[in-house]
Nanobody, 123 residues
Framework: VQLQASGGGSVQTGASLRLPCTAT????????MAWFRQGPNKGREFVAA????????DYADSVKGRFTIGRDNVRNTVYLQMNSLKPEDTAVYYC?????????????????WGQGTLVTVSS
């Protein structure tokens, strides 16, 4: 599975962005998907995950109520809808896939990673 994330950009506080991540290769719908991010001078952290059926999602506390993860198994794409963006959301955002029904908070459990897309939120 190869992952291609896009949709990043520079926005102001309160704006919205939608990040798509498109997968190529086999069995996209057999992988749980997730988004992680890495801010300036910070480690990579979990943002959100969705099961392979799309029926259950989980979020980091810092983004609950503002971000929504979804997937389209026909288009082999996972999305991260980001609303009410804050400067602390500034980071490179990575999509990841793992060969399992459920997502995970732990980077080491993911089998495939996209290249990252930069989101910059200014005040």
């Amino acid at each position: 599975v190869q992952l291609q994330a896009s949709g990043g950009g520079s926005v102001q506080t309160g704006a919205s962005l939608r990040l798509p991540c498109t997968a190529t290769g086999r069995s996209f719908n057999a992988h749980a998907m997730a988004w992680f991010r890495q801010g300036p001078n910070k480690g990579r952290e979990f943002v959100a995950a969705v099961t392979w059926t799309g029926d259950w999602q989980d979020y980091a506390d810092s983004v609950k109520g503002r971000f929504t993860i979804g997937r389209d198994n026909v288009r082999n794409t996972v999305y991260l809808q980001m609303n009410s963006l804050k400067p602390e959301d500034t980071a490179v955002y990575y999509c990841a896939a793992r060969w399992d029904h459920s997502g995970s908070y732990y980077m080491s459990t993911y089998d495939y990673w996209g290249q990252g897309t930069l989101v910059t939120v200014s005040s």
